[in-house]
Structures are given as structure tokens and as C-alpha cells.
T-cell receptor
Framework: AQRVTQPEKLLSVFKGAPVELKCNYS??????LFWYVQYSRQRLQLLLRHISRESIKGFTADLNKGETSFHLKKPFAQEEDSAMYYCALSYYNQGGKLIFGQGTELSVKP | DAMVIQNPRYQVTQFGKPVTLSCSQTLNHNVMYWYQQKSSQAPKLLFH???????NEADTPDNFQSRRPNTSFCFLDIRSPGLGDAAMYLCATSDPLAGIYNEQFFGPGTRLTVL
């Protein structure tokens, strides 16, 4: 079965420290991977998608098919990065449905 | 601003009393989704509409129904809410014409409490 795993429920770092939010998936085909973010009192929104290969707000994520991972990274965390981060998987023959991981709460301390 | 709107933001109902949650969108997207998110858990897809074509997830209880009278509106009906149905309900939309793997746009959610 398709599954997305985010092993950390909470990740706490200091401002300026590097951040890596882990995401592993299980799917035998070629999925599309996303990171969605939810800031306090805001709606869930797309942060980035692997197919775009872009950096958004300093975050990047590389799809590693060998390790079935899609970790989210940022070299220098900022306080405004504090939020809930969800890794999600979509696959072609399911009409773009998303399967979400459990989420990781990132807390960036001053 | 084009967006996804959910009403009400907070809904309290009694055990067994039918309740309807609503979602509207100004994005003119073909696809609308309903997710259930319980505390500290991942959003879980209940069903989605591609235009008027309804697609139910295999593990969605029969207690949950949906209606989409037009492109802009979609409703989630819970026929007989149980205590276990207390959750945040998220509506989302997407435009498949934007690509196979397309972004979903989420509403703010409706938090349902069952007494």
C-alpha cells in the first residue's frame, strides 16, 4: 500500500541552524511528491513539489528514489519557518489524490 | 482573491443529529476533495468529485455522503454523527488541466464537535 512516513512529530531548532524534515514513502511506481505547510491559524498550502525542482523560501527537497525519501532542507532556519509541515504523495492513476504523512511540527527558537 | 471557503468554521452537533458542512470555491476548478483530519493525524481523503463524477474512498464510512450541485459548491453530509467523527474537515480543489500532478488548494477547514 502507498504510504508516507514522517518520523518526527516535532523538530525544534535555533534560528540560523540547518533544518532537515524527513519524509519516506512507499510506492512502487513513479509518484509525485509534495511538501505542504500550515502556518499558525492559516490554511494548508503547497510549499514545493519535486517535479519543479525549485527552492521556495529557502527550502529544497530532493527525491531519492533509491532511498524512497523526499527530505525537506533549509540551511539556515528562520523564526517564521515555524509551522506544521506535511509530506504528501500523489500518483498518476489515482487522479491526483494526495496521501499525507503525519506531519512534523517545526519550531524555530530565537 | 480566488479562494476556497468553508462554512461554518466551527460546528457543534449532537450525537446522531445530521449535520452538513459546506465548501465553495471561486477558482472554477473541476475537482473538489473532502478530507478528514483528526487530532495529531494526517489529513485523510474521504471522497472527491471530478466535475459531477463522484469518487468514494473504499474505507469511507457510509455515514458520510457528499453533494456537488454545481462547480462552485460541495457539501459534506454526516447522516448520524458519532463521537469518533469529531475532527477537522478540509475541503480542497484542484485543476487537472494544470497538469497531472497538480496543486491542491485548501480551505480553512471546519472543526466539528460532537456532543
Amino acid at each position: 500500500a502507498q504510504r508516507v512516513t514522517q518520523p518526527e512529530k516535532l523538530l525544534s531548532v535555533f534560528k540560523g541552524a540547518p533544518v532537515e524534515l524527513k519524509c519516506n514513502y512507499s510506492y512502487s511506481g513513479s509518484p509525485e511528491l509534495f511538501w505542504y505547510v500550515q502556518y499558525s491559524r492559516q490554511r494548508l498550502q503547497l510549499l514545493l513539489r519535486h517535479i519543479s525542482r525549485e527552492s521556495i523560501k529557502g527550502f529544497t527537497a530532493d527525491l531519492n528514489k533509491g532511498e524512497t525519501s523526499f527530505h525537506l532542507k533549509k540551511p539556515f532556519a528562520q523564526e517564521e519557518d515555524s509551522a506544521m509541515y506535511y509530506c504528501a504523495l500523489s500518483y498518476y492513476n489515482q487522479g491526483g489524490k494526495l496521501i499525507f504523512g503525519q506531519g512534523t511540527e517545526l519550531s524555530v527558537k530565537p | 482573491d480566488a479562494m476556497v471557503i468553508q462554512n461554518p468554521r466551527y460546528q457543534v452537533t449532537q450525537f446522531g443529529k445530521p449535520v452538513t458542512l459546506s465548501c465553495s470555491q471561486t477558482l472554477n476548478h473541476n475537482v473538489m476533495y473532502w478530507y478528514q483530519q483528526k487530532s495529531s493525524q494526517a489529513p485523510k481523503l474521504l471522497f472527491h468529485y471530478y466535475d459531477k463524477d463522484f469518487n468514494n474512498e473504499a474505507d469511507t464510512p457510509d455515514n458520510f455522503q457528499s453533494r456537488r450541485p454545481n462547480t462552485s459548491f460541495c457539501f459534506l453530509d454526516i447522516r448520524s454523527p458519532g463521537l469518533g467523527d469529531a475532527a477537522m474537515y478540509l475541503c480542497a480543489t484542484s485543476d487537472p488541466l494544470a497538469g497531472i500532478y497538480n496543486e491542491q488548494f485548501f480551505g480553512p477547514g471546519t472543526r466539528l464537535t460532537v456532543l
